[in-house]
């Protein structure tokens, strides 16, 4: 039997290889292969459909590879959880749907990188605009004409006009838009939600273009390796429920597997740290030390208040109010389950001297853990916040070559002096925005930390005992042209052919936020530089630099 032979072959229907699938197939020319380990997203399965449910895939393993690092050596030795999406539309059918593309100064960062000045902010911000429909409209930061829906909540809770005179209270300002000129300050967070339900990367770019003849997405099909004719990758080998060892070959192979499983695919394929990699019996390709280093993410916790009057979103929470919740939202798409409820938030610098907002906050109006557990019969509110331009650093590194066996990962929290800082920062920055007399008619005592913690050495083991992933991992195949980098500006593996990584794990340094919106905007880019299309033109927008004194 002839081999069957794809242009383009994508590892990973998550959010990268989701808009992968509906760039490269456009041209009916291209015969285009997707493989999803997971399950396809389209399933009547509320969990991942409607919004509020979000703790129910992040609490199970139907749409999750629940990954958990090695014990953290400045955490008390505590596995940390690190969900990540086991289904068509990857993560972003897991998310909390928090839609924030990071600070213009990140992008100006990574162009500052020798070889990665086409990744400047004015030559990425056309991608993002290309890619979202942003339901209030079109601006100069905005885009219109995408097929990722962004909706702006209404934010009608009391507890958010509480939180947003609060900042204002304690000297930061009110900004039309955190995606927008300016990062620094408060705002409504936009959501990847529309008309009351999850957006995600797969109902936006797959399903418009699942009946192109061209393009083929098989879920449930796990890839083992990469297929390599000396140093050109020629196809990929996976398993099925039914079949193993089954290869695809084509003319290039995509991964965009995330920053866990692409640099573990990489090493299984024999693409990495060649000593490493032989010792595990591992015949190398590629010797690229970087792979699976440089590990980045961000961590944070819950600053959480019991609140005195009725308002929050505990009753929710209460059985007996969960099918009226539920109908509302099957039937007419609307209420309580219609939206993630981190509505608000914004960006601010712990200190002066750093040159762009270091901290992020996500408002809740509920005291609730992402599991779904709420820490005290009653109602209250709280706020996640956590350091964003981390130096910390950790791996993911494969034990064995068997592709069933997770990886190891360590992300180190908590292991360099400015983490630790700039914690006890976030804690006490937080408080003086929730101690304001904006809050004086709801706020309750403080669930947690708990006002007994007051020193640095207080506050850091209360980070130790209960800092969770924000489920941001990213960096683990860095784009660069240092010893340390895998990919190029193109994003090509260095050193091989017809390979390339598309995924959070190119980014050379994390972004400062939630980081769906920066992969999306990675893939865009990267599927004009696969087909080789003329680059969009560089924005002209100018965005806000903090003035030191200011």
């Not at 992969?519 to 969009?536: F, R």
Request: charged content about 25%; aromatic content about 10%; some cysteine.
């Amino acid at each position: 039997m002839a081999k069957k032979m794809y242009d383009y072959i994508i590892v990973g229907g998550g959010s990268a290889g989701s808009v992968l699938a509906n760039r490269l197939s456009a041209n009916p020319k291209n015969n285009v292969l997707v493989l999803e380990a997971g399950l396809p997203d389209f399933r009547l399965d509320f969990r991942i459909h409607m919004p509020a449910a979000l703790t129910y895939p992040l609490a199970g393993k139907t749409y999750n590879w629940w990954y958990e690092s090695d014990p953290e050596p400045h955490m008390h030795n505590r596995r940390i959880y690190q969900p990540r999406g086991k289904v068509l539309g990857g993560s972003s059918c897991v998310n909390g749907m928090i839609y924030i593309r990071g600070n213009a100064m990140d992008y100006e960062k990574w162009a500052k990188i020798d070889g990665l000045e086409d990744w400047d902010y004015a030559r990425c911000l056309p991608y993002f605009r290309r890619f979202e429909t942003r339901m209030d409209g079109a601006t100069a930061y905005d885009g219109a004409n995408g097929p990722l829906y962004l909706t702006t909540p209404e934010c009608d809770n009391p507890l958010f006009n509480a939180f947003f005179q609060a900042v204002q209270q304690a000297g930061y300002p009110i900004v039309d838009n955190v995606n927008g000129y300016r990062q620094e300050g408060f705002s409504k967070f936009d959501a990847t939600i529309y008309q009351g339900r999850r957006w995600n990367a797969a109902r936006a770019y797959v399903h418009p273009v699942r009946n192109r003849r061209n393009l083929k997405v098989r879920c449930g099909a796990q890839t083992s390796r990469i297929l390599f004719d000396g140093k050109r990758a020629v196809g990929v080998e996976y398993d099925t429920r039914f079949r193993k060892g089954v290869k695809a070959y084509g003319g290039e192979v995509i991964v965009c597997g995330g920053a866990i499983n692409s640099p573990q695919l990489l090493q299984l394929s024999g693409i990495g740290n060649a000593d490493e990699l032989s010792n595990l019996g591992i015949d190398p390709v590629q010797h690229l030390p970087g792979v699976g280093e440089n590990l980045q993410d961000h961590l944070e916790l819950y600053v959480q208040y019991a609140c005195k009057k009725p308002v929050s979103m505990y009753p929710a929470l209460k059985y007996r109010n969960q099918p009226k919740i539920g109908a509302e939202w099957l039937f007419l798409h609307k209420g309580a389950a219609a939206t993630n409820h981190f509505e608000a938030g914004g960006f601010i610098r712990g200190n002066d001297e750093v040159d762009y907002p270091n901290l992020q906050y996500h408002f809740l109006p509920i005291a609730i853990r992402y599991d779904g557990s709420a820490p005290n019969e009653g109602h209250g509110y709280q706020v996640h916040v956590g350091p964003m331009n981390t130096d910390v650093r950790g791996h993911v590194k494969i034990k064995s070559a068997d592709p069933k066996e997770y990886p190891s990962i360590l992300f180190n929290y908590l292991s360099t002096e400015q983490e630790r800082r700039e914690w006890c920062q976030a804690i006490r920055k937080t408080r003086e925005i929730m101690t304001q007399s904006a809050f004086d008619e709801f706020r309750g005592g403080e669930l947690a930390p708990g006002e007994h913690v007051q020193t640095d050495e207080e506050i850091l083991d209360f980070v130790a005992r209960e800092g969770e992933s924000a489920y941001h991992p990213s960096c683990t195949c860095k784009m660069g042209y240092d010893d340390m980098a895998v990919v190029d500006s193109d994003l090509k593996v260095h050193g091989v052919e017809n390979l390339r990584v598309v995924d959070a794990s190119i980014m050379p340094l994390i972004t400062n936020g939630n980081i769906y919106a920066p992969v999306m905007m990675i893939a865009e880019k990267a599927a004009d530089k696969i087909l080789g299309n003329t680059p969009l033109d560089a924005s002209p927008a100018p965005f806000y630099k903090h003035e030191k004194g200011e």
